[in-house]
């Protein structure tokens, strides 16, 4: 099942546990405004190239639209799509005033210079300028883009509107990029981890932890597990993956993913198959690459008691029915990786104040956050006795839907 298709049965299930009206829902579903522009650029040797650019802006009940910009061949108008309406819900979850977008271009980034890219963020930005603003959509940086991508978009917007850092976040810290914003994802999501193993009497320290992906998200997490005493004792990422039953010494890793960039032939640990890696005997599974890896193949193998989704949509629903069943306890996306655009709201913050915080304090602020949410998904599990992805998402939902009503959706 595609990630929208998995998303809108989430919601619609969320509905109607909420007992929300069908014309409530079916305005909720559509999206506020779909961008689709066209970007001509000559490549560096003179040719002319042209690329589509997308934007999809789901929802600005509860304040501006918030969502990534992603370079990648296959950007589909269906994912982005997907992964606005996701937005909304997951800034609704986390309490912050934002509503969801998702944007990106169908290119593929490794192929294009670095001025070619620059030209083409800035015909992109261009083309979208009036609309996207910091109280209309304020995006940030996904698969393909990174804080470059964001100078680019600051600097080609305040051409048209004056000088304006608050209109993206993901941002170099010299253009007031915040603090803690690269660790935010996976320091988030051990947040989570720690709220969710507190319920069960549990801490980091001393479980087994194997962790799906070692990009910006999975080598955080594992750094930070690490020095929590917890023991990661699987890692993989597209090259391949490695094991110690022991514990990875995960600074010596993250040392030799530095030096050779890639997990394999490390020495404190054995090269495994990747794919064996989400069945392995662990504590605690977090997956933090692609979605869909869990699924009706491999689920009913998953040793884990836990599974964290630091990924987006990791887990396809069927895979979702054989884990309930087997007892596997879920913590769902959009609360997991909630932490970078919680951070991303904290930047956003700083920028519209003109006043910086040290990074002390975006991580205080991200576990209040973080451990404030899990409480208010587990009140929402007990009212309407369901699982914590279905406690995720009606708390979502609800909020959407009581801004919406509150401001006369109907007039």
Known sequence: MNALAATNRNFRHAARILGLDSKVEKSLLIPFREIKVECTIPKDDGTLVSYVGFRVQHDNARGPMKGGIRYHPEVDPDEVNALAQLMTWKTAVADIPYGGAKGG?????????????????????????????IHTDVPAPDMGTNSQTMAWILDEYSKFHGHSPAVVTGKPIDLGGSLGREAATGRGVVYAAEALLAEYGKSIEGLTFAIQGFGNVGSWAARLIHERGGKVIAVSDINGAIKN?????????????????????????????????LVHECDVLIPCALGGVLNRENAADVKAKFIVEAANHPTDPEADEILSKKGVVILPDIYANAGG???????????IQGFMWEEEQVNKELRRYMTRAFHNIKNMCKTHDCNLRMGAFTLGVNRVARATLLRGWEA
């Open 105 to 133: 271009i169908g290119c593929s980034p490794r192929e294009l210079s670095l001025s070619e890219l620059e030209r083409l963020t800035r015909v992109f930005t261009q083309k979208i300028h009036d609309l996207i603003g």
């Open 245 to 277: 039953p022991k514990g990875l010494d995960i600074p010596e890793l993250l040392r030799h993913k530095e030096a050779t960039g890639s997990l394999t032939n490390f020495h404190g640990g054995d090269s495994m198959d990747p794919g064996e890696l």
């Open 341 to 351: 655009v919680t951070v991303s709201y904290f930047e956003w913050v700083q920028n």
